[in-house]
């Protein structure tokens, strides 16, 4: 039995390795590239032990300033789309909880439905209308189409977790005087506030590194970081992988350290409703 367990914690230990290896390698191959120098970046065999140099994060500020101009854009939209999203899936999400219907139900099949469709299939069809509004180029173009496509993921994950709220406490409060809106903040927020957080990890990370809709509906004013480094990969003058693997840590450091502190109540949303019953 002892040599079971031995051999059982061995085989945890192994695979919690090779999926921290898998998942890491790529961020920590990135990190090191943008430090080395240009000609050790591709070496074969691969160089672990060099002289750091930041000398590409010098010169991807000097050769593309545009660059940090995206990060604000990336920003503006991310924050953006995270209120709204939010905001409308709590909103959402207490009407699924706290009523029933066939309306309702059918709504809600729909809102799945809806999310396992592919961004390409409708971001197609959506270019002439988004041209006829006027709002091709825009923050809130993007800030609109990242919310809505979040929406629906949001408003089933906090109807979850709305649902472990016991209704006698909306009950009490009505019977009290408070107005629905007064219930929201003052009982339902404080105590779904987990899933809130996060529905927000989900968008911001999903608004942060999206491209196809930044591609398709921007081009100058509110083109963002992933387009920005899009332009690198097909510069005239070739790509030069130092400034791009600069590029890649500055766009990636942000919601890296968004998520490592948020990852308690990331996995709060992935197992909202595991236990419940």
């Known amino acids: 039995m002892r040599i079971e367990r ?61 660059f940090f101009d995206g990060l604000l854009n ?5 924050v953006g789309a995270t209120l709204l999203a939010v905001v409308t899936s709590v909103a959402a999400g207490y009407i699924y909880s706290r ?9 809600a099949v729909f809102l799945i439905v ?3 469709i592919p961004p390409i299939a409708i971001t197609l069809p959506l ?18 189409l990242y919310a809505t496509f979040f929406v629906s993921l ?20 009505l019977i009290d005087g408070a ?36 591609f398709v509906f921007t081009a100058t004013r509110a083109k963002t970081a992933p387009l920005v480094i899009s332009e690198m990969i097909g510069s005239i003058d070739g790509v030069d992988w130092g400034i791009l693997f600069a590029a890649a840590t500055v766009q990636l450091v ?7 502190f948020m990852h308690r109540y990331l996995v709060a949303g992935l197992t909202a409703g595991a236990t419940k019953g």
């Not at 009523?99 to 709504?107: I, N, V």
């Not at 209308?129 to 173009?141: C, I, P, Q, S, Y």
């Open 154 to 173: 949001g408003t089933l994950l906090m109807r979850t977790f709305i649902d472990q709220v016991p209704r006698e406490l909306d009950e009490a409060a």
């Open 179 to 214: 107005s629905r809106v007064t219930i929201m903040r003052s009982i339902i927020l404080p105590i779904v506030a987990p899933g809130i957080l996060a529905v927000s990890v989900f968008v911001v990370v999903f608004a942060w590194n999206e491209f196809l809709f930044a």
């Open 114 to 116: 809806v999310r396992l």
């Open 74 to 78: 990336s920003f503006i939209v991310t």
């Open 6 to 66: 031995v051999l059982a914690m061995g085989g945890r230990l192994v695979a919690v390795a090779l999926i921290l290896i898998w998942s890491l390698f790529p961020i920590a191959f990135v990190l090191m590239s943008s430090l080395k120098p240009a000609k050790d970046i591709f070496a074969a065999p691969p160089k672990f032990v060099f002289e750091p140099t930041v000398r590409h994060y010098m010169e991807l500020v000097a050769k593309w300033g545009g």
């Open 127 to 144: 270019f002439p209308v988004v041209n006829w509004l006027r709002l091709n180029d825009t923050h809130l173009v993007l800030i609109l």
């Open 99 to 107: 009523h029933s219907g066939r309306f309702l139900t059918a709504s």
């Open 254 to 260: 942000p919601v890296l350290l968004f998520v490592a």
